[in-house]
Nanobody, 114 residues
Framework: QVQVVESGGGLAQPGGSLRLSCTAS?????MGWYRQAPGKQREMVAQ???????NYAESVKGRFTISSDNAQNTVYLQMNSLKPEDTAVYYC???????????WGQGTQVTVSP
């Protein structure tokens, strides 16, 4: 069983920054971030592709940066120039090497408001 734990959410003002962290247990193939705003479907925010490149949602390009510490099975999401529309629960996922099962974290709330 893989455990995925996020941290770092909270309240930020428009134009501000937050940094999310996510750590997974076990042997991990890939990790990334999704988010879900009230009344909307969960959407991909940032992820590492199979080739190791970074993939971002159009709405966050140039503002968010995903990075990782592979030795620690940890992925980060640096969020700059935050907008009210970034308000959502942010979920980290981890894909296990054996079998490719995807595991979700519990989510962390990000609220952007004056």
């Amino acid at each position: 069983q893989v455990q995925v734990v996020e941290s770092g959410g909270g309240l930020a003002q428009p134009g501000g920054s937050l940094r999310l962290s996510c750590t997974a247990s076990g042997s991990i193939f890939s990790m990334g971030w999704y988010r879900q705003a009230p009344g909307k479907q969960r959407e991909m925010v940032a992820q590492f592709t199979t080739g190791g490149t970074r993939n971002y949602a159009e709405s966050v390009k140039g503002r968010f940066t995903i990075s990782s510490d592979n030795a620690q099975n940890t992925v980060y999401l640096q969020m700059n120039s935050l907008k009210p529309e970034d308000t959502a629960v942010y979920y980290c996922y981890a894909i296990r090497f054996m079998g490719g099962t995807l595991y979700w974290g519990q989510g962390t709330q990000v609220t952007v408001s004056p």
